[in-house]
T-cell receptor
Framework: QKEVEQNSGPLSVPEGAIASLNCTYS??????FFWYRQYSGKSPELIMS????GDKEDGRFTAQLNKASQYVSLLIRDSQPSDSATYLC??????????FGQGTELSVKP | GAVVSQHPSWVICKSGTSVKIECRSL??????MFWYRQFPKQSLMLMAT?????????EQGVEKDKFLINHASLTLSTLTVTSAHPEDSSFYIC???????????FGPGTRLTVT
């Protein structure tokens, strides 16, 4: 079992729709979770961090964390073509080390 | 967010030569930096943790004698790929945390091609 798992996609949504990205992790003791966006050929860019159960909203992005189910998700409202990228879920393994999922490729169609 | 730079952004070298990549935190001090490698269509793989003033900590399977890491100051870490071979061709990315949270900020990456 991989430490951090994501559906590789591609996930295709129409412009204006809600994109839902999911991630599960294996270490029940994990405390810090992150979503990064990576455009093709570029390095990852931090979108959201979440540390507590529940929802955290930032603009069009909402991160959801459920530690009991070991599940993290990212919702993108009013999806735009510019949101088309690979989204990486990352879990802090301690001492700042991040373990990444394989990423979900999102395609937003105009 | 914090700004991290990398230099060079891309490099082509011949097999057997060494290449040095620099990673700098521009607006904060980073006691810890991380080096990742990413092959096409794959996720980031952590290579090593670079600690200011001490030896780097390498992940399992990463050859420390091949990938030399130096973290001489709170704003600079370097990765040297020694005796590079074509299979070392990859996208190398560094990251740094500001220390106030567990958030990490990535440099723009260095694309290495070994011919």
């Amino acid at each position: 079992q991989k430490e951090v798992e994501q559906n590789s996609g591609p996930l295709s949504v129409p412009e204006g729709a809600i994109a839902s990205l999911n991630c599960t992790y294996s270490d029940r003791g994990s405390q810090s979770f992150f979503w990064y966006r990576q455009y093709s050929g570029k390095s990852p860019e931090l979108i959201m961090s979440i540390y507590s159960n529940g929802d955290k909203e930032d603009g069009r992005f909402t991160a959801q964390l459920n530690k009991a189910s070991q599940y993290v998700s990212l919702l993108i409202r009013d999806s735009q073509p510019s949101d088309s990228a690979t989204y990486l879920c990352a879990v802090n393994k301690g001492r700042g080390k991040l373990i990444f999922g394989q990423g979900t490729e999102l395609s937003v169609k105009p | 967010g914090a700004v991290v730079s990398q230099h060079p952004s891309w490099v082509i070298c011949k097999s057997g030569t060494s290449v040095k990549i620099e990673c700098r935190s521009l607006d904060f001090q980073a006691t810890t930096m991380f080096w990742y490698r990413q092959f096409p269509k794959q996720s980031l793989m952590l290579m090593a943790t670079s600690n200011e003033g001490s030896k780097a900590t390498y992940e399992q399977g990463v050859e420390k004698d091949k990938f030399l890491i130096n973290h001489a100051s709170l704003t600079l870490s370097t990765l040297t790929v020694t005796s590079a071979h074509p299979e070392d061709s990859s996208f190398y990315i560094c990251s740094a945390g500001s220390g106030r949270s567990y958030e990490q900020y990535f440099g723009p990456g260095t694309r290495l091609t070994v011919t």
